[in-house]
């Protein structure tokens, strides 16, 4: 049996790069020059499987964008989850979905999406290419910032069994069936009440900080340093203070993001 790379350099160099261009795989770049060097980091992406598949789509003359819409179909990338998913919430909440941002950064991790209405929500998003590697820690880094988190997994992916997961987290599952992406709620979150506060003040940009120090001590933030500001407003308030402030910070900073168009992405329909 032909190894991957025999399978991927039996192919020309322009079906390849046609191919990876339409499903977007992997991310631009010059780090190679040559077919030998493309197949080397394309190599880390498909399986043995996907790569005697895409040799033989190659062989039947399937063009290349053709096989990458297939290959989107069965393995939907980050960015089209992503949309489906906040297309399924917003019905699922009758389009009062609140304000979201995508990739929001929190220490060790990124929020695939946080969302603000009324409560604080943190969705990770899993595909079936995804390790189990770093899950736990991204998901303890959630809960100690948001109210709810929530995992979001394709339904053929065994998670929940091979580690051990918070049963207060929230759980979706998803599937594909006619080329949409359906998404279905195995167990709720429960809302969180103990909160990390000097990570949630360390979320803050130092504009908001200041203003909020300002305002709790009545006076002007002067000299002090963040350490310094975020102690005083640890001692000062409780946790349940700080996190309602978390809340309306992010609202407030979301409401700015250009996140309009909640549509199914246009690559998972004919």
């Known amino acids: ?10 192919i020309p160099f322009e079906y390849l790069l046609g191919f990876i261009g339409h499903s977007h795989l992997v991310k631009p770049g010059n780090s190679y020059y040559t077919k030998k060097d493309f197949v ?12 005697q598949w895409l040799h033989s789509m190659y062989l039947r ?4 964008r053709k096989v990458a819409e297939l290959y989107l179909m069965k393995y939907p990338t980050a960015e089209i989850i992503r949309t489906a998913f906040v297309d399924h919430i917003i019905k699922e909440v009758h389009d009062d979905i609140g304000e979201i941002s995508y990739e929001f950064p929190i220490p060790k991790t990124r929020v695939d999406i946080a969302r603000i ?10 595909s079936i290419r ?3 590697r ?9 809960r100690s910032l948001f109210e709810r988190v929530y995992l979001v997994l394709p339904k053929e992916k065994n ?3 091979s580690i051990s997961i918070n049963k207060k987290v929230g759980i979706y599952y998803y599937l594909i069936e006619d080329k949409n992406i359906i998404f279905k709620r195995r167990r709720k979150a429960y809302r ?14 130092i504009d908001e900080l200041t203003n909020y120090f300002s305002n709790v001590f009545k006076i002007n933030s002067g000299t002090s340093s963040r350490k310094i500001m975020e102690q005083k407003l640890i001692d000062k308030l409780t946790s349940r203070k700080i996190n309602n402030k978390f809340k309306q910070v992010l609202k407030n900073r979301f409401q700015q993001l250009p996140i309009n168009n909640f549509t199914l992405n246009p690559s998972m329909k004919t």
């Open 192 to 205: 969180n009440t103990s909160f990390d506060s000097l990570g949630q003040l360390q979320l803050f940009h």
């Open 134 to 142: 770093r899950i736990k820690n991204q998901i303890n880094s959630m």
């Open 159 to 161: 998670l929940l069994t």
């Open 117 to 126: 209405q009324g409560e604080s929500y943190a969705y990770e998003l899993k």
């Open 1 to 10: 049996m032909k190894s991957k790379q025999e399978y991927l350099l039996t």
């Open 130 to 132: 995804d390790t189990n």
């Open 61 to 64: 003359k399937i063009p290349s």
């Open 40 to 51: 080397q980091r394309i190599l880390r992406t498909l399986s043995a499987s996907d790569c």
